[in-house]
């Protein structure tokens, strides 16, 4: 959905004009081009480009440390020498929020990555294959789809402990039926193309054909479909967190300091932004640079 | 163009111009042409040649915000719509100007039974309600030859055939007695068996209805019975206007000429068909000049400049240089 | 119209099956053993070890894994979800009784979604390329991205504690006093909604969007019908179809959502008893109340493809005709 061209009339704009390279290169500009002058693309990037960077250099871009405790300063509003406040133990809130981006987007980005490495697999097993297979691993799929995302989650945190490889896995698992239904749905788009077709008759071997021929073709949803479960991995940790389920305290974690900051919610209400401006940002900024992608790669594809 | 008899439409001059892609690009330039009680009227051209735009711009149906009507007017019995309110435009659509279109498959809508797609019509521009609207609407089913009209009339869409579906959509736009139709490629869509069926379905109602018809197609068999005068279109332009023997007998332009050379006869000795070498240039990337002149065998220097609709004989327009002059060659040696 | 239904229902059942199942591993995963967890925390002292091991015999906790699980499944299927490690009332009993406060939440998020979707997807879809469509992009934007639970904190930091237009929490049934249980609805609704409603709305609009480039919304036109009537007559009509099956899907999946409001806002739901099933690691009422979450969507997508197979004629004659 980019909206980024204007119309209207452009006076002087002469119909003799003869096909020339200037109108070549108008029809296929290069996608870095393309990319650049989406706005999707350009601001979902750049505010995830902060909270990793915040993440990456948060020893050095946080003020104080996360985990120091000062029971003087507790709950106090934001200031000079605390720009966002402390939390109820005295905590700087700016120096904790921004390391809470260390775990919540390494949980995020790792549990999306699980995700696609399942999913796609068994995506392409189930489209290629079709048949038993395909019948098989669908309903299982369709069995995990059918929890509510979260009561399953929380089932299994429950269960599993609350480790965060356990986290990781449990988002991500949640999310593989998402990545096996579009990686089948593709491949079934394109098994019946006649060039696809052609491979298959001239005998390449399956793992071949998977990867060269199957695979290129269905990268570009994939990738759109990767940082958008960033997002939701993202807004799902932060809720298990939110419930106790998640990032444990004292792990400085967007999720539990809104948990935390809904005690307070009447003594220090300012302590309830930080946090969740934070969770939402960082899942808009996800948001958009997948809605980015999928304006950049589609209709480059379709070229 | 006229002898006398005052125009139902005249279409002046106009301009319709498209955005695509971040251009600008002018689909129909300069057209102009009336059309007179109870005529019909054929506009052919290859497609994207403009005559589909021409109709909508007549209907003040161009799709909205990617193209505008540019310049020029139409003048429906003196009244200029394209100065008209929306108000008063929907008040002759449907009710003095209808229009068909070429796939009745989808535009129909599939969720609505027929009967209360016809009764739609008959309830805005003539207030009929209850048993009244359906009592006409399932008469005019049977009069477009819908079998079992009562009964059919509450299916949906999907269950009827192509040929049928044109019925119906042809009793939906005759009902409410239009003044003038336009047809656009109503038969495209169709089996070869059934376009007959449907042309001549029209010519009779047209004839009932004393209703004039605008038939839009790129296919001059269907033109040749059943039109009074014929459009040819090109690259947006008209490049020969002309009664339907003319076109046929003694056609002015090499397009025109081309595309009758490329309708395959019977008694055809040739191995290959012809067809026209080249393509219709880009509306973005349109030559100064004749447009058609990178495709014309009799193309000289003088079609750098671009002729302009000329009268060749009376009521036989054409723009080409060297109408006249290929006229004479062309009736020696192709005595129909 | 049965010849459709009955595949359906093979496979939803089959999708219930295999959820079943993987409710039953993972709580076997979980750490304690059951038959204290029925028993009580008392029977851990090794002078009632005779009584664990009938306990266990009794629960089949003796045989092999695929047998628990059928012994499981029957207890399940007769609606004996076993009782609450907690206070040993029966699951089922509990789930029920806290059913309607969800229930009434859930209708009024959907509500407030729908309503709220139907405006900002058609005005957006009708202004497209202006103004209203881009606010209605940003708002859509906001919606999908803002953790429900944030907004429903920042609810009620607004309206609850700084305006004092609304209670902070609590639950009134819609039938003892509609309007004292609007109010307490109100804020959790939107909370709830939020989502539902910037995804509803992109996908009104998307189709609406679609459905206006088609040639019947042109015949329409070509009728002489004002806009209006062509939006509501033609184009409304096509566009909601294909949303009534994604409102089933919401209904179900937002279970997942209450659970976070419902203790944002002190609302006894289901979501709230799931929260304390976890804390207190009563793993028979998880269970019981996500096999119900599990049953809950498969009904609820079943009931919408069936209705949207009522609703398009096409389908609907199909069916019938043959």
Redesign the interface.
């Known amino acids: 959905m980019s909206d980024s061209h204007v119309l209207g009339h452009q006076p002087g704009h002469s119909p003799q004009l003869v096909g020339t390279a200037e109108t070549d290169a108008a029809s296929n500009p290069s996608i870095f081009r393309l990319a650049a002058s989406d706005v999707n693309f350009v601001v979902g990037t750049v505010l995830i480009l902060v909270f990793v960077v915040f993440a990456i250099f948060a020893p050095l871009l946080a003020p104080y440390d996360p985990l120091e405790v000062n029971a003087i300063a507790a709950l106090q509003s934001p200031s000079a020498a605390h720009w966002l406040g402390t939390d109820e133990y005295g905590r700087d809130l700016l120096s904790r929020v921004i390391w809470g981006s260390r775990a919540s987007l390494a949980v995020a980005i790792g549990a999306a990555v699980l995700s696609a490495l399942v999913g796609v697999p068994l995506g392409l097993a189930a489209g290629y294959f079709g048949g038993g297979l395909d019948v098989v691993i669908m309903r299982v799929l369709d069995a995990v789809l059918a929890f509510p995302l979260l009561l399953l989650a929380i089932m299994i945190m429950a269960s599993l402990g609350t480790s965060t490889l356990t986290l990781m896995c449990t988002i991500g698992f949640l999310y593989v039926p998402y990545f096996g239904r579009l990686v089948r749905g593709s491949v079934l788009g394109v098994k019946n193309e006649v060039f696809v077709q052609a491979s298959i008759a001239s005998g390449t071997p399956t793992r071949r054909l998977l990867s060269h021929v199957f695979l290129p073709n269905v990268a570009a949803p994939i990738l759109v479909q990767l940082t958008l479960a960033m997002g939701i991995s993202l807004l799902i940790e932060a809720g298990l967190s939110y419930l106790g389920l998640g990032l444990q305290p004292p792990t400085p974690a967007w999720g539990s300091m809104l948990r935390a900051s809904q005690g307070y919610l009447y003594v220090a209400p300012w302590y309830v932004l930080a946090p969740g401006a934070c969770i939402f940002l960082a899942v808009l900024g996800f948001n958009l640079l997948s809605d980015g992608l999928r304006d950049v790669l589609d209709p480059h594809m379709r070229q | 163009m006229t002898s006398g008899t005052a125009a139902l439409l005249s279409v002046k001059e106009i301009e319709v111009t498209i955005s695509s892609q971040k251009r600008l690009m002018t689909v129909v330039s300069g057209v102009s042409f009336d059309v007179r009680h109870a005529e019909t009227v054929g506009i052919v051209g290859e497609s994207g040649c403009g005559k589909s735009m021409t109709a909508l711009s007549i209907m003040g149906l161009l799709p909205k915000r990617v193209s505008r009507l540019t310049a020029g007017s139409i003048l429906l019995n003196d009244q200029d719509l394209t100065a008209m309110s929306k108000r008063q435009l929907r008040r002759i659509r449907g009710n003095e100007i209808a229009m068909i279109f070429q796939d009745p498959l989808t535009s129909l809508n599939p969720t609505m039974k027929i009967s209360t797609q016809i009764i739609e019509a008959l309830k805005l521009h003539q207030g009929l309600t209850g048993e009244a609207a359906r009592r006409e609407a399932v008469s005019w089913l049977e009069r477009v030859g819908v079998p079992s009209a009562g009964r059919r009339a509450d299916e949906y869409p999907h269950q009827f055939s192509g040929g049928m579906r044109q019925r119906v959509m042809i009793a939906m736009a005759l009902c409410c007695r239009p003044k003038l139709l336009l047809a656009d490629e109503p038969t495209t869509a169709l089996d070869v068996s059934v376009q007959d069926q449907i042309l001549r379905l029209l010519k009779g109602l047209q004839t009932d209805l004393g209703m004039a018809m605008v038939l839009i197609t790129h296919d001059l068999g269907v033109v040749a019975g059943t039109t009074d005068r014929v459009l040819v279109m090109y690259a947006g332009q008209v490049v020969e206007s002309a009664s339907t023997e003319d076109i046929f007998y003694q056609p002015g332009h090499p397009y025109t000429r081309a595309l009758l050379a490329a309708i395959p006869r019977l008694d055809d000795q040739r191995e290959w068909l012809y067809s026209i070498e080249g393509r219709p240039p880009e509306f973005h990337a349109v030559p100064a000049g004749c447009r058609f002149a990178p495709r014309c065998q009799y193309v000289i220097d003088d079609c750098r400049q671009a002729p302009p609709l000329e009268p060749l004989a009376d009521g036989h327009q054409v723009a080409c240089w060297r109408a006249s002059e290929l006229l004479e060659s062309w009736g020696s040696s192709n005595a129909a | 119209m049965l010849r459709l239904l009955l595949p359906r229902l093979a ?1 939803t059942a ?3 099956l ?2 079943s ?3 039953f591993v ?2 076997r ?3 304690g053993d059951p038959a204290v967890v029925e028993l009580g925390p008392q029977a851990e002292d090794p002078r009632y070890k005779a009584m664990i091991e009938a306990k266990h015999k009794e629960l089949g906790l003796d045989k092999p894994i695929p047998v628990q699980y059928l012994i499981w499944l029957r207890r399940v299927l007769t609606g004996d979800f076993g009782v609450s490690a907690r206070n040993k009332e029966p699951v089922l009993d509990l789930i029920l009784e806290k059913l309607p406060a969800t229930l009434q939440l859930v209708a009024g998020g959907m509500i407030f979604a729908l309503f709220v979707a139907f405006i900002l997807g058609v005005l957006a879809a009708l202004y ?2 202006t103004i209203v ?2 606010l209605v ?1 940003v708002v859509t ?2 919606g ?7 907004l429903g ?2 609810l ?2 607004v309206f609850a ?2 305006l004092k237009w609304l209670p902070a929490s609590g639950y009134v049934p819609f039938w003892e006093d509609p309007r004292e249980a609007l109010r307490h609805l109100i804020l959790p609704a939107i909370s709830l909604g939020a989502y539902m409603m910037a995804s509803f709305t992109r996908f009104l609009r998307a189709q609406m969007l679609e459905v206006n480039s ?3 919304i ?9 806009t209006i009537s062509v939006v509501r ?2 184009a409304l ?2 566009a909601v ?1 294909p949303l009534v099956t994604v409102v089933g899907l919401e209904v ?6 209450t ?2 409001i419902e ?2 806002y002190g609302w006894p739901g289901i979501g709230w008893l ?2 304390q099933a ?2 207190n ?1 009563d ?1 028979p009422l ?2 019981g ?2 096999l119900m ?2 049953v809950f ?2 009904l609820s997508t079943l009931t919408v493809d069936i209705l949207y197979g009522f609703l ?3 389908i609907r ?1 199909a069916g019938e005709q043959q």
């Open positions: 496979q089959a999708v219930l295999l959820s199942m993987i409710v993972v709580i995963l979980a750490p497209h390329r469509d881009g992009r934007l906001v999908v991205a803002i953790p429900p639970f944030w904190l920042i009620l930091l504690v700084s088609q040639d019947y042109r015949t329409a036109e070509a009728k002489g019908l004002s007559r033609h009509r096509n179809l179900g999946l937002q279970l997942g959502g659970v976070i203790q944002i799931a929260l976890i804390n690691r793993y998880i269970q109340i996500v979450a599990a969507v498969a398009d004629p096409r004659l």
